[in-house]
């Protein structure tokens, strides 16, 4: 059974850090592409950030390009997100979310886990 529990969330102050985790099972985890969305209270889902099946590239709106970094490790069925220089607009609840193919795409049917919250507040 498909499954992708995020971790790492938490309450941190502007100017912090935070690195969230995805583990994945259920699936061949590299042969799909893995992303990244968040959704705050009241607006819509956003994505963030997106890798390819086997490390070939990455992406990343431009809002959290040069402070966010995604990454995966096959081995071990991981995806991670680390986050520096927050700032309160990144409080969102954090998705980990399974591509239908190897490549970065988006779309909102693609199955995501429970998610992890990260609010950013002095």
């Known amino acids: 059974q498909l499954q992708l529990v995020e971790s790492g969330g938490g309450l941190v102050r502007p100017g912090g850090s935070l690195r969230l985790s995805c583990a994945a099972s259920?699936?061949?985890?590299?042969?799909?592409?893995m992303y990244w969305v968040r959704q705050a209270p009241g607006k819509r889902l956003e994505w963030v950030s997106g890798?390819?099946?086997?490390?070939?590239?990455?992406s990343y709106i431009d809002s959290v390009r040069g402070r966010f970094t995604i990454s995966r490790d096959n081995a071990k069925n991981m995806l991670y997100l680390q986050m520096n220089s927050l700032q309160p607009d990144d409080t969102a609840l954090y998705h980990c979310v399974k591509a239908k193919g190897a490549y970065i795409s988006f779309s909102e049917d693609d199955y995501r886990g429970q998610g992890t919250q990260v609010t950013v507040s002095s």
């Open positions: 890798i390819n099946a086997l490390n070939s590239g990455t």
């Open positions: 259920g699936f061949t985890f590299s042969d799909y592409s």
